[in-house]
Every structure is written in C-alpha cells, then in structure tokens.
C-alpha cells in the first residue's frame, strides 16, 4: 500500500495486544489501540507514541453494542478505513473451571467477550475493512482449543479452563465460517495461537515473552494478497483443529 497502513487492535493496553500494537507501530503503520480502561488505554497510546508508534485510543468494551458502534464511528473519523483488525481482547472466566463444576454464568461470560465479542466487532468494523485495498482480520485463539490436540494420546494441554477452552473452539469454527462467507471479498482471516505466553491473563506462568507471543498476529497481519484464509497457525504452521 503506498498510504500509511491503519490498524485496530482490541485488548492492546497490556500483554500481547500491546506488543501487537507496537510490532505493527514499528512497520509504520497507524495503530488505533482498542481498550475499555481508560486510563490504561492512554497509558499504552502514550508509551506508543514515545516509542515512535503513530497511535491513537479507541474506546472499545468488545461485550457492548454501543461500544463497537462507536468505535467503528472514531476509525472512520480519524483514518477513513481499516486496513487490519485483530481481535485480541480475551477473559478466563478465572478457576477453577472443571465441565462439572463451571458455574454456566461462568461460560456465558467467556463467550460473550472472547467469542461473541469477536463477531460484534468485526461486522461493526466491516464496512470499513471493505474500503482497504489489503484487508486482514487476526483472531487470536489458543492451541488449547483444537479438537485434534485435546484428543490425541499422550499429548498433555494441561489444566485447561473449560470455559475458555471450549470458547476458542467455537472462536476457530466462527474463524473458517466468516472465511467461507468473505472468499471473494479479499479479506484474509485467520485464527492465531500465541503460545504459552506469560501475562496477567494466566497469572504470568507461561513461558513466552508477550512479544514472541504477538509474533503470530503481526505475521498473520502482514499476509501477501495470496496468502491463506480460514486457517489456524502458530510459529510452527498449521495448528490442527
């Protein structure tokens, strides 16, 4: 593209999205950092900016209608388009989340915000994307989310919540169905799994920077107009369902 690329990223306050958001900035892109907290959000603008990231705040609850509206109103005012979406923005439901214990409360919650909250923001954001040459939407999901994986003798996922788990399944399945409805659109949507990333998310236990974990997002971010659509990857490849 020969005009500057222009990215919103949800969830980019702390962890991931913020390294999301500033491995983007860092290509020169201009980068609208999506978050609820206020003062976290121009906390992260401001650390952006001083590290010279072209960055602006969106205000963006991803569990709210009017929220998503409105952010989709503040990019078109400020950048006329969306040249790439990544849906970062994701909750635990915290633990412990046992199938036979979860409070179903629990679940609905999961899935309004790391789920539902995906479909809310990208169909709000679509018009917008539709105007962009490149168009690329990111879902960030989880290998503890694949079928294949979960069922495969000997392989060990750990103590997963249920909740969670089951919300980046349906995020994968929700990832190839707006592939198939998008195919001859140009837009490239993909499912990302950051790895065993350390942040406030899993109580700092994983083993990966926050910015090898953002390392997926911006590769899939940064796809040729030939690249894959519909699929699950990580640093190796290909994820199994």
Known sequence: MTE?????????????????????GSLGWRIGVGARDRRRRDAAVERLRAAGTDAFGVPLDVADDA????????????????????????????SPQTPTTVDPATVRAVVETNVIGVIRVTNAMLPLLRRSASPRIVNMSSSVGSLALQTTPGVDMGPVPAAYLAS??????????????????GILINS??????????????????????????????????????????????????
């Open 4 to 24: 500057q690329t222009i990215a919103l990223v949800t969830g980019a306050n702390k962890g991931i999205g913020y390294e999301i958001a500033s491995g983007l």
């Open 67 to 94: 929220s998503a509206a409105a952010a989709a109103e503040l990019v078109a005012e400020r950048a006329g388009r969306l040249d790439v979406l990544v849906n970062n923005a994701a909750i635990t439901g915290g």
């Open 168 to 185: 980046k399944t349906f995020l994968n399945a929700l990832t190839v169905q707006y592939a198939k409805e998008l195919s001859d659109t």
């Open 192 to 241: 990302g799994c950051p790895g065993f990333t350390a942040t406030d998310l899993n109580g700092f236990q994983g083993v990966r920077t926050p910015q090898q974990g953002a390392a997926i997002a911006i590769h899939l971010a940064t796809l040729p107009d030939d690249g894959p659509t519909g699929g699950f990857f990580d640093d190796g490849g290909s994820v199994p369902w």
